[in-house]
């Protein structure tokens, strides 16, 4: 054995292969007929590394033989008769193999042929063929092309067999995976040596990470990036980009930066290291105290940052040459003296040299539209030497590097560069957009795709005149409105569209800390922050081809464009309802008004929250918002830095592990302490946790200490208290930093008995068990098939008085969840027909008529009529009339059910505001309580006038009348039940049974003593 970093191999069929290990796992393999090889641009210009990390173990070679290389995670065995490869994992499995002997010549070009699996997924490739997430089937050029959507080739693919390839040229070729022959991969090129990286992983994020240490680890933006960015329209002028940014300011809208078109500049779209800004449109000014008046002092002052868009068709390669030649470029970010005035090629200014007038005018980020040699001269010989047909893939990623590199030496922060078409190696210097789609599903296809090409920071242009566009592009890396020659301004959408594209801004800006903290674990193992599904599911057959839904970082999963939603394995909240699924299952998702599509959270989530604000640094944040899901076991590191600086790659940052853990008698809850500096952070910090329990805790504790109920309106402190919100379902609370011990801190939240829950907190898995009961199989499907024949024959049971089966079926139908219900009709249509065994016609109609009973004083029981909870349901009136067949009687009971849940919806969602929809809650659920308007006064902190207003203007209803009318309707089915009127009296609110007893008479027009003898 000889231990060896790397070894040239002289095959038996005349060429020559150099094998490297890069990494434990990740192999290089380059061949030609020489035996000589040059490092290619990729490497020469810093761009790709291929640093051996790896220590492994060579048996060595000899002509004709066989080569392997060992490392800790992966093998690679080489064919020294004509350099076929075989990559195998550390248990010796195959995970890819050649199925032809490379080629690489001047003449002929490079090309590789691998075996393909039947069932075998396929990702990556960047942003080509963008209808598409698997990429089996397809046949590619690597080549950046000008279309209408931003061509960005990225030569990457990865395998659901755990190995991936990464071609290392910037020369056209082609990827053919399966498209000519089903069982193979063709990666070949017409031009240059054959050079490739394979990796081996064992799923694709380890494969994402091993690649991306190679082709460079993606950098955070600037903190403000994550947040809107707009573009004023084409020929805007200074006075109209002040009026795009006052609109959002006084409609409360949130954003941070404001872009120009590359119509800013005295001559439009030059390209020249001459231009300046339009002398008319834009003016500026050199002196600083007039500088604080002109346009962009005063976006300053507003809170915005400017961004200008340019083109470039310079000779980059000068530059690149001469720090190659001075072994700069390979670790570029430590060594960026080389940019900007400093370095210069001889005779020749920097590119990025003429724009830092621009920057020290205050313009902090650039967006990018590179011209030659992608758009240019094809014959034109470059100053490295380089054709157009060579530098044209690369010259994209080497204008965004040297971007970078310039403003950072220029302001010590952290560059804010995008574009849109790029190559290899781009997600190292810049944030990128998809361009523009006709199909705006295709965008967001894009996005994943480049995601699955180790590329994190990825956008589309909003889509901002549809509700569905709206949603889709605010749950991303970043977000991003594009005018462009139209007049897309949030501030001109109609009210209802404007008032949901606010909604999902603020709601962006609370998701700051917790996208920040998902971009920090980008740049640490290059996993994306849009997610497409299998990247979270590999082993989820299910989630292969879902190019509808993605996850945003671990926990948010969004359904875009579609209503149907899969869930995967696991329990999952809908962030907008608060409904609870089990997963795995496919559901058709109800969007409410106020969204614009499905959105889901896994449970176990903690998402960190700021506090509204209109841009990012507006205020100082020392509370802290914790949403938590609870689940099995959960977990999140928040991370926290300065934002603008790259001190964070020096371990200026704090860290904070959030932990949550749940099963039947309690949840728990571990902050821990902060770990870490960095310039300018909070001395304090305190968090809000608003717990997603479904049900009113037992007791909640605080560092063993348990804190007192302020629910009922007590004197407890609003910081060392708890408070159950019952509209929402949720527990809020208090804790600082200061109640924190070595450890941090522990929250215990104690579950209410088993028996005290209601049917709306059952358990996902529950209420999965309970939906697959089918009423038509098993004991069930027997007795529905028997007909009358049995009556006749003698049999014919009895109904089967089951009071417990139809307490629960009333329970599931005031929980208000149309699953929950469903499946408890289900379960109580069955339970009645397996007692009743002989059961003839007349006795399932019967049953059906009991169920009818059921729905109708439910919804009595909750404030209405059947009249009013049943509006429009004549056909259904007949058809109870003509019922046949039990099918028949078991529908109309699902479409009962359905109408009274729909009803209860309507009610909850018709009211906008907290405090009315909460007050529709204590109405409905205990109306023994003190309810008059002084008393919701001092609960909510509102004047009395001000709450009746309100409710009348949000319910079209006088708040007494509907106190009085839910109270009435209870005490009546009350008495029916059998209860005696002075125990009815205490559970509708009255201290007094003689005023109760008027009040009913007043009412009903008849006394409580004449619904009590109804009953008997």
């Not at 304090?684 to 049900?695: D, F, G």
Request: charged letters at 25%.
């Amino acid at each position: 054995m000889e231990e060896r970093k790397d070894f040239l191999l002289p095959l038996a069929n005349g060429g020559w292969m150099r094998i490297q290990t890069a990494a434990p796992g990740t192999f290089r393999i380059r061949l030609n007929g020489t035996g000589l090889f040059a490092e290619p641009a990729l490497q020469r210009y810093g761009i790709v590394s291929a640093v051996s990390g790896a220590e492994e173990e060579v048996c060595a070679p000899f002509p004709g033989s066989v080569a392997e290389l060992r490392t800790k995670r992966a093998m690679l065995r080489i064919d020294g008769a004509d350099g076929q490869l075989q990559l195998l994992g550390t248990d010796g499995d195959e995970r890819l193999a050649t199925c032809a002997a490379p080629w690489s010549s001047e003449t002929s070009g490079f090309g590789v042929r691998f075996l393909l699996r039947a069932d075998e997924a396929l990702y990556g490739l960047g942003n080509v063929a963008p209808e598409r997430l698997q990429r089996r089937g397809l046949r590619v050029e690597m080549r950046a092309e000008k279309q209408l959507w931003a061509s960005a080739p990225i030569p990457f693919l990865m395998s659901s067999s755990g190995w991936a390839v990464m071609v290392n040229t910037t020369w056209r070729h082609l990827f053919d995976i399966g498209a000519s022959n089903e069982n193979e991969l063709l990666i070949e090129g017409p031009t240059g040596e054959l050079d490739l990286f394979l990796f081996a992983g064992n799923d694709y994020a380890e494969l994402l990470d091993a690649y991306t240490n190679v082709a460079g680890k993606p950098p955070l933006l600037p903190i403000w990036m994550y947040g809107l960015n707009f573009c004023s329209r084409i020929g805007s002028s200074a006075r109209d980009v002040l009026d795009d940014a006052i609109k959002f300011r006084r409609a409360g809208t949130p954003c941070d930066l404001i872009g120009l078109n590359d119509d800013w500049m005295e001559r439009a779209k030059d390209f020249s290291t001459t231009k300046r800004w339009h002398p008319v449109r834009f003016p500026t000014s050199s002196n600083d105290l007039l500088r604080q008046v002109s346009f962009i002092g005063i976006l300053h002052k507003q809170g915005f940052k400017l961004s200008l868009a340019l083109g470039c068709d310079y000779d980059l390669t000068l530059l690149e040459e001469r720090l190659a030649s001075e072994n700069v470029g390979s670790e570029w970010e430590d060594r960026n003296d080389g940019y900007g005035e400093d370095v210069q090629p001889p005779h020749e200014e920097s590119w990025y040299e003429h724009l830092r007038k621009f920057v020290d005018d205050g313009v902090s980020a650039f967006v990018l539209h590179p011209n030659n040699p992608m758009h240019g001269d094809p014959g034109r010989i470059w100053g490295n030497g380089m054709s157009s047909a060579e530098l044209h893939n690369l010259y994209p990623v080497l204008l965004c590097k040297q971007m970078y590199a310039g403003f950072l030496k220029q302001t010590n922060r952290r560059p804010a560069i995008h574009i849109e078409r790029g190559y290899l190696g781009m997600q190292r210097f810049a944030a990128s957009t998809t361009g523009t789609f006709y199909t705006a599903k295709h965008a967001i296809v894009a996005i994943l795709n480049y995601g699955l090409s180790g590329h994190v920071h990825t956008t589309t242009n909003m889509h901002l005149i549809s509700r569905e566009g709206i949603h889709a592009d605010f749950l991303l890396a970043w977000s991003r409105i594009n005018s462009m020659d139209h007049f897309q301004h949030p501030d001109f959408l109609e009210h209802p569209l404007q008032e949901l594209f606010q909604h999902y801004a603020r709601l962006r800006y609370r998701l700051i800390p917790y996208l920040y903290s998902t971009a920090h674990a980008a740049v640490r193992t290059g996993m994306p922050i849009t997610r497409a599904m299998p990247l979270m599911y590999p082993r989820d057959r299910h989630c292969r081809e879902l190019d509808g839904q993605y996850m945003l970082g671990d926990f948010l999963l969004v359904a875009v464009y579609t209503e149907s939603v899969y869930l995967p394995e696991g329990d999952w909240f809908d962030y907008w309802t608060g409904k609870r699924y089990c997963g795995p299952c496919m559901i058709d998702a109800s969007v409410p008004p106020e969204a614009g599509g499905p959105l889901f959270v896994r449970a176990g989530a903690i998402v960190p929250m700021w506090p509204p604000m209109n841009y990012i640094g507006e205020r100082r944040v020392e509370t802290l918002t914790l949403e938590v899901y609870p689940g099995a076991h959960g977990s999140f590191l928040l991370y926290e830095d300065d934002g603008a600086t790259l001190d964070y790659l020096k371990g200026a940052s704090v860290r904070t592990r959030l932990e949550c853990a749940s099963d039947q008698a309690m949840t728990t809850v571990r902050i821990a302490k902060r770990e870490g500096l960095f310039a300018g952070m909070e001395a304090k910090r305190s968090y809000e946790l608003i717990v997603h329990t479904n049900a009113k805790p037992a007791a909640v504790r605080v560092g063993g200490e348990r804190r007192p109920d302020r629910t009922a309106r007590n004197k407890a402190d609003p910081f060392r208290s708890w408070r159950y919100d019952r509209l929402a379902g949720t527990v809020r609370l208090h804790v600082a930093e200061a109640e924190f011990g070595e450890a941090g801190v522990c929250i215990e939240i104690d579950h209410p008995p088993k028996s005290v829950r209601s049917a709306a907190a059952r358990t996902g898995a529950e209420r999965r068990s309970a939906a697959s009961v089918d009423p038509f199989s098993g004991p069930a499907a027997s007795v529905l098939g028997r007909g009358i024949s049995d009556t006749a024959s003698g049999g014919g049971d009895a109904i089967s008085d089951d009071p417990e089966a139809d307490n629960a079926f009333a329970a599931a139908l005031d929980s208000g969840e149309l699953r929950v219900a469903e499946a408890a009709l289900t379960e109580w249509w069955g339970a009645k027909m397996k007692h009743s065994p002989s059961a003839a016609n007349a006795i399932w109609q019967l049953h059906v008529m009991k169920g009818c009973y059921l729905i109708v004083r439910q919804a009595e029981r909750n404030g209405w009529t059947s009249a009013d909870a049943f509006k429009h349901m004549e056909d259904e009136a007949y058809e109870l009339a003509q019922l046949q067949k039990p099918e028949q009687g078991y529908e109309l009971l699902q479409r009962l059910v359905s109408r009274l849940v729909r009803q209860m919806d309507a009610l909850h969602t018709g009211a906008k505001h907290p405090v009315i929809r909460e007050l529709l809650e204590l109405a409905l659920r205990e109306p023994e309580r003190d309810l008059s308007l002084n008393a919701m006064a001092e609960r909510f902190a509102l004047h009395p006038v001000h709450i009746s207003r309100l409710f009348k203007k949000e319910t079209g209803r006088n708040y007494y009348d509907y106190v009085i009318s839910m109270r009435m309707m209870r005490a009546k089915q009350l008495l029916r039940d059998g209860h005696k009127v002075y125990d009815v009296a205490a559970l509708c609110g009255f201290k007094d049974a003689g005023n109760f007893s008027k009040a009913f008479s007043k009412y009903w027009g008849e006394p409580p003593v004449s619904f009590k003898q109804e009953r008997s």
